[in-house]
């Protein structure tokens, strides 16, 4: 059975930086990819991102791109997520889910528990 | 990009209802559409993908179907666990949601 294990909330100023960490268990991150999905108090789910585990391609939405860098370690099966330049809009709980290997196009059926970021002064 | 809507927004009902949900793709996706259920504080839940293949251990009563454009998540007999938002998923082009279907209790 597969499962992706979080790291735990954080709370960041305006203008710093958040990596949120993703681990995997039960399957071999190198034969998929990992989406990033956030979702703001109260709101809908955005697609963030997505990289695949065989090769680190990857692929930003466009609210997030130019701030946000996607990251996998095979050797740990951990995927990371680093925010830039953090503003009191990128509050939320953010999502990794197990993804397709070649492509963003791809549906996720295992999901982390959630990490919420919270950028407050 | 792909814009996903969904209708109704909110909706009310019954335990033991028929209950169905449209979701709308701004072009068409063919049948790279998947359907998700969340409860609050809980992560997304995958139902249904490629438009109307159930996964594994969901319950029978959850259905999906349609292409193209215009497609539908039906739950045939609600049950009181099924009270949740659900969330329709594009993946012809990266990826998009739809802005969610809340169903609550009536």
């Known amino acids: 059975q597969a499962q992706l294990v979080q790291s735990g909330a954080e709370v960041k100023k305006p203008g710093a930086s958040v990596k949120v960490s993703c681990k995997a268990f039960g399957y071999s991150l190198s034969n998929y990819g990992i989406t990033w999905v956030r979702q703001a108090p109260g709101q809908g789910l955005e697609w963030m991102g997505w990289i695949s585990g065989s090769n680190g391609n990857t692929n930003y939405g466009q609210k997030v791109q130019g701030r946000v860098t996607m990251t996998t370690d095979t050797s740990t099966s951990k995927g990371y997520m680093e925010l830039r330049s953090l503003r009191s809009d990128d509050t939320a709980v953010y999502y990794c889910?197990?993804?397709?290997?070649?492509?963003?196009?791809?549906?996720?059926?295992?999901w982390g528990q959630g990490t919420l970021v919270t950028v407050s002064s | 990009d792909i814009q996903m809507t969904q209708s109704p927004s909110t909706l009310s009902a019954s335990v033991g209802d028929r209950v169905t949900i449209i979701c709308r793709a701004s072009?068409?996706?063919?049948?790279?559409l998947a359907w998700y259920q969340q409860k609050p504080g809980k992560a997304p839940k995958l139902l249904i993908y490629?438009?109307?293949s159930l996964e594994s251990g969901v319950p029978s009563r959850f259905s999906g179907s349609g292409s193209g454009t215009e497609f539908t998540l039906t739950i045939s007999s609600l049950q009181p666990d099924d009270f949740a938002s659900y969330y329709c998923?594009?993946?012809?082009?990266?990826?998009?949601f739809g802005p969610g279907t809340k169903v609550d209790i009536k």
């Open positions: 889910a197990r993804g397709g290997r070649d492509s963003s196009g791809w549906f996720m059926d295992y």
């Open positions: 490629k438009a109307s």
């Open positions: 998923q594009q993946y012809h082009t990266h990826q998009s």
């Open positions: 072009q068409s996706i063919s049948t790279w």
